[in-house]
C-alpha cells in the first residue's frame, strides 16, 4: 500500500505518494477524505497525455466513461493509486512516473518506454461495496432492510453496465435474500413494495440469464414474476426473448402482443415483434423454397425416371435390332451356304454327266468292236460253209442274211439308243440350265429383296407391314414358280420313264427274236458242229447284248437317278419370310 504526504509539503492541493505519484487537486470532492475500499465500483472521465502534450487516450471523445471496480488490476498500477484517493464530484491531474505506469518498454507505437504520464480526471460516482451480515438481518427493520436490497440491486446493475453478469447475478441473489422476511407481520403497503423491488431484482436477474445464454432459468424466473404481476411488461417482452432464442415462435408472438395492448409504444417490444414478423416471413419464405425445390426435385426425379424408362426403351430397341440384324445375317449366311451347295450339286451332276457320256462312249466302242467281231465270225463261219461242201449254203446264205438283218437292227437300235441318250443328256443340260438361271434369278430376287429391306427399314412399321404383304407375295410366286419347275421336272421324268419303258420293250422284243434264232441255231447244230459254234458265237453276242442291255438299264437307272436326285430346296420360298422386319 502507498502512502500519502500530508498538504503543504509541495504546496497548496498538492498532494505526493511514497511511490513519486503527484496528484493536483483541481476541484474539492464531496465527502469525507479516505482511500476508496476494494470492491467498490467508481464511474469517471480522464484524459491522457505525454509530457509533450501528445493525448493518447480520452473517455470524452469516446463519450463513454470508466466503470471500474477498485482492486480488480485491470488500470496501471499508478492510475488505480490516484483514483483510490479521490472523492465524489473531484477533478485532478495526477502525473505518474514510469515505474507505475507503463516501465521501460512503454506502450508502442503511442507510449515510449520510459514515459511518464499525465491524466486528468473527474470522479462522477463512487459506490462502496455492500457488506452485509446475514446472521443479523432479523435485528434490522423492514425499510433498513429494504435500503440494504436496493443498494445491493443497484451494486449488481454497475456489475452489469460492466457486462460482469456472473458477479452482477450474485449481488442480485443477495439482494433478494435480504427482503425475503420469515414472518407475516409485514404490513400491506410494506408487503407490496416488497414484491415491487423483488420483481425489478427477479427481472435484472432474467436480463443476466439472457446474457450468458441461460434461456431455460431466464424463462423460469421471469414466469416467476408473471404469476404475481401478470402484466409486468419487462418480464413479457424478456420471456419473448428467450423462447425466440430457443425457437418457440408461437409462444414469444404470444408474449409480445400481450406487452403491446399493455403498452403499445414501447419501442423495444415493438423492435422485437417486427423482429419476430420478419422470422416469420422468412420461415414461410424457407418453406416455400423448400415445397419448389421438393417439388423441383420430384419433377428432376420424375425426368430422370423417364430419362431412363427411355434409355431402357431404346437399348432394348437396340438389342432387337441388332438381334434381328444377327438373325438377317445369319439367314444371308444359309442361304449363301444353300446356294454353295447348290452349286457343289450341280457341278457333281455335270461331272456325273461327263462320266456318263464317257461311259456311253466307251459302250459304243465295245459295241463297234463286237459287230465287227461278229462279222469275223460270220466269215469264219462262211469258210467252214464251203469247207462242208456247200451243203446248206441256202440256207447259210439265209441265215447269214437274217444275221446280217438282226446286225443292222441291232445297229439301227443302238444309234436310236444313242440318239435317245444324246437327247437325254441335252435335255438334262437344259435343266440344268434351266436351274442355274432359276437360281440366278432367285439369287438375283434376294439380293433386291435385301436392298428393298435395308432401304425400308427406316421407314414407318406400316410400311415394313406392306413391304412384307409384297413380300410374302413375291414368295407365294416364287413357290409358285418352283411348283411349275417341279410339275415340269416330274413331266419330264415321266417322259423319260416311258422312254427307257419303250427301249426296253424293245429290248425285249429283240430277246425274243435271239430266243428264235437261238432255237434255230440249235437245230442247225444238230445238223451241223459249224452251225454249232456258229451258235456258241451267237450265243456270245446274246451275252454281249444282254451285258450292252444291263449297261444300258444301269445308264438309264443312272439317268433317272441323276433327275430324280437334282436338288431342290422346298424352303427356298420360305427364306424371304425371314426378313419380315
Known sequence: MFEILSLGELG????????????????????????????????????????????????????????????????????????????????CEITIPPNEA???????????????????????????KVRINFKNLDSFSVSERMLKSKSMKEEGNEYVKMEKYKIAMISYSKAIRIIKFQNSKLKFSQRKQCEQLKGQI?????????????FGKAIMTCTTVLKRD??????????????????????????????????????????????????????????LKNQNQNQNQNQNQNQNQNQNQNQNQNQNENKIKIQNQNKNQIQIQNKNKNQNQNENQNKNQNQNQNENENQIGNKNKNQNQNENQIGNENEIGNESKNQNQNRNENKNQN?????????????????????????????????????????????????????????NKNKNQNQIGNENQNQNQIGNENKNKNQNQNKNKNQ?????????????????????????????????????????????????????????????????ENENNLIVDIPFNDDDSDIEAYFDF
Open 492 to 556: 419330264n421324268q415321266i417322259q423319260i420313264q416311258n422312254k427307257n419303258k419303250n427301249q426296253n420293250q424293245n429290248k425285249n422284243q429283240n430277246k425274243n427274236k435271239n430266243q428264235n434264232e437261238n432255237q434255230n441255231q440249235n437245230q442247225s447244230q444238230n445238223k451241223n458242229k459249224n452251225q454249232n459254234q456258229i451258235g456258241n458265237e451267237n450265243q456270245n453276242q446274246n451275252e454281249n447284248e444282254n451285258e450292252n442291255e444291263n449297261k444300258n438299264e444301269n445308264e438309264n
Open 12 to 91: 497548496k492541493n498538492v498532494e505526493m505518494t511514497s511511490n513519486g505519484i503527484q496528484k493536483l487537486i483541481k476541484k474539492e470532492g464531496k465527502g469525507e477524505r479516505k482511500l476508496i475500499p476494494k470492491g467498490s465500483i467508481i464511474t469517471a472521465h480522464y484524459e491522457a497525455r505525454l509530457e509533450n502534450g501528445e493525448i493518447f487516450d480520452s473517455t470524452w471523445k469516446r463519450n463513454h466513461p470508466l466503470v471500474y471496480i477498485i482492486g480488480s488490476g485491470k488500470v496501471i498500477p499508478g492510475f488505480e493509486k490516484g483514483l483510490m484517493t479521490m472523492r465524489e464530484q473531484e477533478i
Open 230 to 287: 401478470p402484466n409486468n411488461v419487462k418480464c413479457l417482452y424478456r420471456r419473448a426473448q428467450a423462447n425466440m432464442a430457443i425457437q418457440n415462435f408461437n409462444i414469444a408472438q404470444v408474449d409480445l402482443e400481450k406487452g403491446l395492448k399493455l403498452n403499445p409504444k414501447n419501442r423495444f417490444l415493438i423492435r422485437e415483434y417486427l423482429n419476430l414478423m420478419n422470422i416469420f416471413k422468412e420461415r414461410e419464405e424457407e418453406e
Open 399 to 455: 441265215k447269214n442274211q437274217n444275221q446280217n438283218q438282226i446286225g443292222n437292227e441291232n445297229q439301227n437300235k443302238n444309234q436310236i439308243q444313242i440318239q435317245n441318250l444324246n437327247k437325254n443328256q441335252n435335255q438334262n443340260q437344259n435343266e440344268n440350265q434351266n436351274q442355274n438361271q432359276n437360281q440366278n434369278q432367285n439369287q438375283n430376287q434376294n439380293q433386291n429383296q435385301n436392298q428393298s429391306q435395308n432401304k
Open 202 to 214: 427477479l427481472s435484472n436477474l432474467a436480463l443476466c440469464h439472457l446474457k450468458i445464454g441461460e
Open 102 to 128: 507503463y516501465g521501460k518498454f512503454g506502450s508502442p507505437p503511442t507510449i515510449p518506454g520510459n514515459s511518464t504520464v499525465i491524466f486528468n480526471i473527474h470522479m462522477q460516482q463512487i459506490k462502496e
